[in-house]
């Protein structure tokens, strides 16, 4: 089967899609914004030292003069992260007059007259920015330029520190809203889990409508419309099972009537001296009415057992001790098997076995099962009952020919009679294991088989909840 997405997976995959283009943009916008910000403010020192030094410069008949200490231009190019420079070189042949020989100077130096020019460049095989200044003598016709020059170290470390600044919050912040998103959707989709969750515990038989308590408005027509549903189910299983008793009971009298006639014409018939012929037609009658009633009898448990597990599946079953009804419910069926020939064994602890069941339904799966057993097992039929913490076991089990595994789910379906090992002899009603699990199930429990070649025989087990 095709793997189906969660409510809560639907709602998160858009979700998690616009935080990730969020932070796409808000790590693209922290980096353009450091840039920026880191930038301007280190250009503007640049053009300041750069304008700065060419304040101290001055004009003598011999040429420029820069008046700057050795101590002052110690402090320009110091610095604890970055390396500093500037030089001051002259127009005619870029001879150094001051600073630095070897700095990157531009050759074009048009555009520093009126205000330092920024430029990019490697020194010392770093990249650096430099800003570059020209100054032009008042009274010859020469001019020099000043370059301070720096490498990029510290506008790195400030473009890393102003994205963590903004990066930090923002996961933070998206991770906080997911929390709050997420404790938010599961409290949302929680009174769904619970009616979910109340529809699995359900038995087959229990078709109430689900509550509609806290379901949110999203939800209410759906869980109203499945409500609807179910009434109507509830109706149509009520006028199926209404049919099937009022049928059987119809039923009941008329073939009541002929199995007494047939019983008793076979009766003067056999005392008269009757040929062998019309003493087996009578036989074959009796024997088909007898039948014929016990199927009326099973058809009609069969309609009680679903009203009744109905109003079960309503309630909680109360513990009681199954050993009392287990020996009640198996003792016409022990006579019985002596009359045959057969044998029926129990074996039960001494200690009382408390299980959650319904006395008089609980008859009726132990008879059903002896019965079935009696009917196509062997002649040694053994009816055990084992507790375990939180469960007991009623288990039947004979020497019969067994199951085949193909048969196992459709021996529990209503008047199957396929060609198994267990109906050869065309006796029972094929209802009396549908019964059983109808019943089994509505008292919440688990019906199990097992047969050959596991076991010598067939074993039904009732596992019912302690």
């Known amino acids: 089967m095709k793997a189906r997405s969660s409510l809560r997976r639907q709602l998160f995959a858009p979700l998690i899609w616009v935080w990730l283009l969020g932070s796409l943009l808000a790590a693209y916008g922290a980096f353009r914004l450091a840039s920026y910000a880191g930038g301007m403010a280190y250009d503007r020192t640049l053009q300041d030292e750069a304008g700065a030094i060419a304040t101290q410069i001055n004009w003598t008949d011999r040429g420029p003069l820069l008046e700057l200490s050795t101590q002052t231009q110690e402090m320009l190019a110091w610095d604890s992260a970055d ?26 130096r048009s ?59 923002t996961l933070a912040l998206g991770t906080l809203t997911f929390l709050l998103l997420a404790w938010g959707i599961r409290r949302g989709v929680a009174p769904l889990r619970r009616i979910a969750g109340e529809a699995a515990r359900r038995a087959p038989h229990d078709l109430r409508p689900l509550p509609l308590d806290d379901v949110p408005a999203e939800a209410l027509p759906l869980i109203e419309r499945i409500n609807e549903l179910l009434a109507n189910v509830t109706h149509s299983v009520e006028l199926q099972r209404r049919f099937v008793a009022d049928a059987a009971h119809q039923l009941r009298t008329p073939v009541a009537g002929i199995r007494v006639l047939s019983q008793e014409l076979q009766h003067e018939l056999g005392g008269a001296g009757g040929d062998q012929s019309t003493q087996a037609l009578l036989q074959a009658l009796v024997g088909s009415t007898e039948r014929m009633s016990r199927l009326i009898g099973q058809l009609l448990n069969l309609a009680r057992s679903d009203a009744a597990l109905r109003n079960l599946a309503s309630g909680e079953l109360q513990p009681i001790d199954v050993l009392p009804v287990i020996r009640e419910a198996a003792e016409p069926l022990v006579l019985r098997a002596t009359r045959e020939g057969k044998q029926v064994s129990l074996e039960a602890p001494e200690t009382p076995c408390p299980a959650r069941a319904h006395p008089v339904w609980l008859a009726e799966v132990v008879s059903n099962l002896l019965d079935n057993a009696l009917r196509y097992g062997g002649d040694n039929v053994e009816l055990r009952v084992v507790t375990r913490p939180g469960w007991l076991d009623i288990e039947v089990t004979d020497d019969g020919p067994g199951i085949e595994p193909a048969h196992r789910q459709l021996i529990f379906e209503p008047f199957w009679r396929g060609e198994r090992a267990d109906t050869r002899v065309a006796e029972g009603t094929g209802l009396g294991l549908a019964i059983v699990k109808e019943v089994v199930q509505g008292m919440r429990g688990r019906l199990s088989l097992a047969s050959r070649p596991e076991l010598a025989g067939t074993r039904f087990t009732v596992t019912l909840p302690g």
């Open 111 to 169: 555009g520093s007259f009126e205000r330092p020019a920024l430029f990019d460049a490697h020194y010392l095989g770093e990249p650096v920015r430099g800003a570059m200044y020209s100054i032009r003598s008042p009274m010859l016709d020469r001019f020099v330029t000043v370059v301070v020059v720096e490498t990029q170290r510290k506008r790195a470390d400030l473009m890393a520190e102003v994205q963590l600044a903004i990066l930090l919050p």
């Open 83 to 108: 390396r500093n420079a500037f030089t001051v070189v002259s127009d005619t042949d870029n001879r150094v007059l001051a600073g630095v020989d070897g700095l990157p100077v531009p050759e074009d």
